[in-house]
């Protein structure tokens, strides 16, 4: 398909070879979209992860006694809360509350005098790419601290014991303990985060609709509009792949990376 | 000594706190928004809890949007989709782990790489497919496609617990005569069973939340699955300036969230599980 201009109906129009290629790579916008995904990866795996290590740990050094852990459970149940809610939806509800007129959050913003803060976040495209950003580590956050605590729970409490009985501060024993035997699950969070990142569809199709003027396209919204919006299946289709490509030859490398990992460690 | 710490741990107990209010926000600001009427929601401080309950928003979504249809929908896909990604991965698990495959790395590494793949460079061809064979348009298809794909996580999760399972068990049975089919379904699933539901649910969970098969696949509002009936019907704003009817958005999206809520309360532990089970 991606070698054929086709608006989606009827019979193929014509067979182009690798010219649909060619036109994407002189695209301004497909690279545009390209790099708004790749800008993506911060607020969809680094951010998340980091915070994720850091409130896991903290979750577990300090609240794991009898009365604090019923806390660290609520805690865990509300961070993961926006994991389990369809995407479309908590798009929608992000999209009502950041609408710059009548949505909540400028409401509140004004109403206690940030009204400089109360930006339009729909039509300012570097707003816009803020506001995505931060529905994007809320809703991934819940997933890296889940993992990370089903990880601490695996780590020898001796060790850490040990550390603390030899004057190891909480960061040290952070730094040099905790976050190095949490390795094979910050391999795991990785891949899919970052994967996650250069295919994200949802969050940006349903909070701003890649707009305004395509100031937040990803590959992925973009192949869509190609897709339906200009009938051009052919071209969205060459897209498509090669998004798939590139994440392709990075879940390879990763994957390769972590079995040398493996064995390094035997 | 004994006070500082507790001051310590209060404090970080706070703050982690203050992280998770900051988390639940959008989702009290959606249920207040949702309770009140138009003319509290626009005079009244937007955190605050309503003056006067206003149910009239929800009955008329539920009017308007035909939830029940729309919930069977959802069934239909998320259960269509499970069993069939179970029962694939079940027995693609089973060939790798104590069938002892040959290509077992290739195939896992086959595995890893369908579910990395971006939906739509499937979702394309299928609904090209679906058109060709004119089933374009109906449920059976998009539970077919998201199942047949979803096999790959479930063969990939089941693998990893399977690779523990005790070999002694499978030789016993051997050994009594039972035949292979027989060690597959009398052995191995029963204590298998767990991992099997986890993985299940885990699929279900996803089926119900997918977006690109339904987006491509159903055209028409009365086929789609609630969220996504859902999200189009009240939530799509046509990107200009008139913006969103926050009222309505927020208690359509409620409505959506609900049956989603209901399944992390009744089977948060089992969900966690599913999801850690990939990673160790």
Redo the contacts between chains.
């Keep these: 398909?991606s070698f054929t201009q086709w608006p989606g109906?009827g019979p193929i129009q014509e067979f182009l070879g690798f010219r649909n290629y060619q036109r994407i790579f002189a695209d301004n916008d497909f690279w545009v979209a390209f790099s708004h995904a790749l800008i993506f990866v911060i607020p969809m795996s680094i951010v998340p992860t980091l915070l994720g290590v850091f409130?896991a740990s903290?979750?577990f050094d300090?609240?794991s006694?009898r009365y604090?852990s019923k806390?660290a459970t609520?805690?865990r149940?509300?961070?993961?809360?926006?994991q389990?809610?369809?995407?479309?939806?908590t798009?929608?509800?992000?999209?009502?509350?950041i609408?710059?007129?009548?949505?909540?959050l400028n409401?509140?913003l004004k109403?206690i005098g940030l009204k400089s803060l109360a930006l339009n976040w729909?039509v300012d495209p570097n707003a816009a790419m803020l506001a995505l950003s931060f529905v994007m580590v809320?809703i991934q956050?819940?997933?890296t601290v889940?993992?990370f605590l089903?990880?601490l729970s695996?780590l020898n409490p001796y060790v850490l014991e040990a550390a603390h009985m030899d004057g190891a501060n909480w960061w040290q024993r952070f730094r040099f303990i905790t976050s190095r035997e949490l390795g094979?699950?910050i391999a795991?969070?990785l891949?899919t985060t970052v994967?996650g990142a250069?295919?994200v569809?949802?969050p940006v199709y349903?909070v701003?609709?890649g707009?305004p003027d395509g100031a937040t396209n990803v590959?992925?919204t973009y192949?869509?509009q190609a897709?339906f919006g200009g009938n051009k299946?052919g071209y969205?289709?060459a897209v498509?792949?090669i998004?798939?490509t590139v994440?392709?030859i990075f879940?390879?490398i990763i994957?390769r990376f972590q079995r040398t990992g493996l064995r390094g460690e035997e | 000594m004994k006070l500082k710490r507790f001051a310590k741990r209060t404090s970080i107990g706070l703050a982690l706190l203050a992280v998770t209010a900051i988390w639940l926000a959008p989702m009290w600001l959606t249920l207040v928004a949702s309770l009140k009427s138009e003319s509290e929601y626009k005079h009244s401080p937007v955190w605050a809890w309503p003056k006067y309950l206003n149910f009239d928003t929800f009955h008329d979504v539920i009017l308007h949007a035909d939830v029940a249809q729309k919930l069977s929908n959802s069934l239909q896909i998320a259960l269509g989709a499970a069993t069939i990604s179970v029962t694939m991965g079940f027995f693609i698990a089973y060939a790798i782990s104590i069938g002892r495959l040959k290509y077992r790395g290739a195939v896992i590494a086959i595995c890893v790489i369908t579910f990395a793949l971006p939906q739509e460079s499937m979702a394309f061809p299928v609904y090209t497919f679906t058109k060709l064979i004119d089933v374009y348009g109906s449920i059976p298809p998009v539970y077919i496609s998201l199942g047949i794909l979803g096999s790959a996580f479930s063969a990939y999760l089941l693998q990893a617990t399977m690779n523990h399972f005790p070999r002694e068990l499978i030789e016993a049975s051997h050994i009594d005569g039972a035949s292979r089919l027989q060690t597959m379904f009398r052995v191995v699933f029963p204590v298998m069973r767990p991992s099997i539901a986890t993985v299940f649910l885990l699929m279900f969970v996803n089926a119900w939340n997918e977006y690109w098969f339904p987006i491509l696949l159903l055209p028409d509002n009365k086929d789609q699955p609630l969220p996504m009936a859902i999200a189009e019907a009240f939530g799509q704003p046509s990107f200009t300036s008139n913006g969103i009817d926050p009222v309505l958005a927020s208690a359509a999206s409620l409505l959506a969230i609900l049956p989603s809520l209901f399944i992390y309360l009744n089977f948060q532990k089992a969900l966690v599980r599913g999801v850690t089970l990939g990673t160790n």
Excluded at chain 1, 99 to 104: A, E, K, L, N, T
Aim: aromatic share 14%; no cysteine.
């Design positions: 398909m109906y409130i903290l979750t300090f609240l006694t604090a806390v609520f805690i149940s509300s961070l993961y809360l926006p389990i809610i369809p995407v479309m939806i798009g929608i509800i992000w999209r009502w509350i609408d710059p007129s009548s949505g909540s409401i509140l109403s729909l809320w956050l819940g997933y889940v993992v089903s990880g695996r094979p699950e795991v969070i891949l994967v250069l295919k569809f949802a349903y701003t609709g707009g590959p992925s192949s869509f897709f299946v969205a289709s498509t792949l998004l798939a994440i392709v879940a390879l994957i």
